[in-house]
């Protein structure tokens, strides 16, 4: 099914220093593999007039300070801490002036964040999610998306992970509960 540019966006989820840099303190390899995958993808979308979304994780030092529950520094260790280069989308990106870019705190990225009233104020309906990772922020940001009524779709090899397994789960996860999952050569955009 062709997309239409002015009503789709594509979600780069948290392609970062943190996760895609060597020198990220939670770098993963496929997570730096997925940067050309993603360039390539944003650049055919924008191309044809799509909006392009990044997102940063970014966590602000005494976020998780008074936690009773959720702490993602005692899950993962410390990272993408606001204010740093780890916090940064990488530079191998074309982030333009007229590409949005949300900031958010958690794995998923439209919880108290602008996304949503970004993509409603825009006509937007159909999202093409990629970025990092899969399993994590990827997949809980396409969930968030569905049950707000989008259409989110995973683009399978746009996708940085840290073990196979983790991203076969994810895309089957979102395949089969909430979305659909195509790859970068299915992805018609009607230019």
């Keep these: 099914m062709p997309y239409d540019p002015a009503t789709t966006a594509v979600i780069v989820v948290d392609m970062q220093n943190g996760f895609c840099h060597p020198d990220g303190s939670l770098h993963a390899e496929p997570s ?11 650049e055919r979308a924008r191309d044809a007039g799509a909006s392009i979304v990044y997102t940063r994780d970014v966590h602000p030092p005494e976020q998780f300070v008074d936690a009773h529950y ?68 990827v997949l809980h940001t396409a969930g968030s998306a569905g049950l707000r009524d989008y259409r989110p779709v995973v683009v399978t090899d746009a996708l940085g992970y840290i073990t196979e397994d983790h991203r076969d789960y994810a895309v089957d996860h979102a395949d089969w509960l909430f979305g659909e999952t195509t790859t970068r050569d299915n992805v018609a955009l009607d230019e």
């Design 32 to 42: 730096e593999a997925a940067i050309e995958p993603v360039s390539s993808l944003v």
């Design 70 to 137: 959720y702490d993602e520094f005692d899950r993962w260790g410390e990272h993408v801490v606001e204010g740093s280069w780890d916090a940064e989308l990488v530079t191998d990106l074309d982030v333009c002036d007229d590409d949005h870019v949300v900031e958010k705190h958690t794995y998923d990225a439209f919880y108290q964040t602008d996304l949503e009233g970004y993509l409603d104020a825009h006509g937007i309906d159909d999202l093409l999610i990629c970025g990092t990772l899969a399993n994590v922020c």
